[in-house]
């Protein structure tokens, strides 16, 4: 049975930080691609940052480049994403998703077959 648990998500000002923590079991993050998405009430839901099965290799959306942070501690099997400087547009259900693949990794979600429940992210002052 795969499971990933978001947790780290709450309120939080403009220019303020958060560290989200997707805790995995079930499958190994040191033998799968990692990924967290967002989705906003009515819209897509888009790719923000993933990390390879090696951890050698990350990818960012343009939209977070430069303030968020992808890494991993492959003795928890846990992934993190830490978001600073956030502004009122990051606002949104932030999931983590696996592939159950290797190798470079990609933001197009329909390429992720596990995915957590979500974690709220608000940000507003």
């Known amino acids: 049975q795969f499971q990933l648990v978001e947790s780290g998500g709450g309120l939080v000002q403009p220019g303020g930080s958060l560290r989200l923590s997707c805790t995995v079991s079930g499958l190994r993050i040191d033998q799968h691609i990692v990924g967290w998405f967002r989705q906003v009430p009515g819209k897509e839901r888009e790719g923000v940052s993933c990390i390879s099965d090696r951890g050698d290799t990350t990818n960012y959306a343009d939209s977070v480049k430069d303030r968020f942070a992808i890494s991993r501690d492959t003795a928890k099997n846990t992934v993190y994403l830490q978001m600073d400087n956030l502004k009122p547009e990051d606002t949104a259900v932030y999931y983590c998703?696996?592939?159950?693949?290797?190798?470079?990794?990609?933001?197009?979600?329909?390429?992720?077959?596990?995915w957590g429940q979500g974690t709220q992210v608000t940000v507003s002052s």
């Open positions: 998703a696996a592939e159950d693949d290797f190798g470079l990794c990609t933001l197009r979600q329909y390429e992720y077959d596990y």
